[in-house]
């Protein structure tokens, strides 16, 4: 049983387009991450956040903590074929241990 | 290294042979986690290491199953009298930062 439950599962999209994954518990973290997996490959992190409230971003990709700490979601802004992968998040219950959603597998076609 | 190595990157088992999976850190990260991925899911924990100490083993699926790392640097994941079941990647994920993890690339275990 995952705590974090990320929707969608699948999402397809146009170059230029935004789009945004949601990450939902009813557990409170310690601190949440994101990370993005190729084929092949292990999950990339891509941002920890640690506060309730708290916004990050990295070039196009704006991060949000909930204020509870129990959700979190991802926007891509102008998609990219390059941003096409499964995006995990991850929350921190214990401080090491990490427990994963599914993931959503994004494609973003040129 | 740079990064998380693991090896090999590839293995395909007969059920019932053992296998030992190996997984080389980041230089000074003292954290060492080992996760199985199965199709289409996100990483499940297994077990956590800091330095030589396994600290947290309550993720191993069955007695079949141990990890050891024994010097506090490579570590080693062995799977006994492998079953279908098993098949899946598993990664390993060092840390140096609470709650953050760099993860290798995987091993990818097929049991026939």
């Known amino acids: 049983t995952q705590l974090l439950e990320q929707s969608p599962q699948f999402l397809s999209i146009q170059e230029g387009e935004n789009l945004t994954v949601y990450c939902n518990s009813s557990?409170?973290?310690?601190?949440l991450q994101w990370y993005r997996q190729e084929p092949g490959e292990g999950p990339v992190l891509l941002v920890t956040v640690v506060t309730g409230g708290e916004v990050k971003k990295l070039k196009r990709l704006t991060f949000q903590f909930g204020d509870a700490r129990k959700d979190s979601s991802l926007h891509i802004t102008a998609a990219q074929p390059g941003d096409t992968g499964l995006y995990l998040c991850a929350g921190a219950l214990i401080d090491y241990k990490l427990s994963f959603g599914a993931g959503t597998t994004v494609t973003v076609r040129a | 290294g740079a990064g998380v190595s693991q090896s090999p990157r590839y293995k395909v088992a007969k059920r019932g042979q053992d296998v030992a999976l190996r997984c080389d850190p980041i230089s000074g990260h003292v954290s060492l986690f080992w996760y199985q991925q199965a199709l289409g899911q996100g990483p499940e924990f297994l077990t956590y290491f800091q330095n030589e100490a396994q600290l947290d083993k309550s993720g191993l699926p069955s007695d079949r199953f141990f990890a050891e790392r024994p010097e506090g640097s490579v570590s080693t994941l062995k799977i006994q009298r492998t079953q279908q079941e098993d098949s899946a990647v598993y990664l390993c994920?060092?840390?140096?930062?609470?709650?953050?993890?760099?993860f290798g690339q995987g091993t990818r275990l097929t049991v026939v």
């Open positions: 557990s409170v973290f310690s601190s």
């Open positions: 994920a060092s840390s140096l930062v609470r709650g953050e993890a760099f």
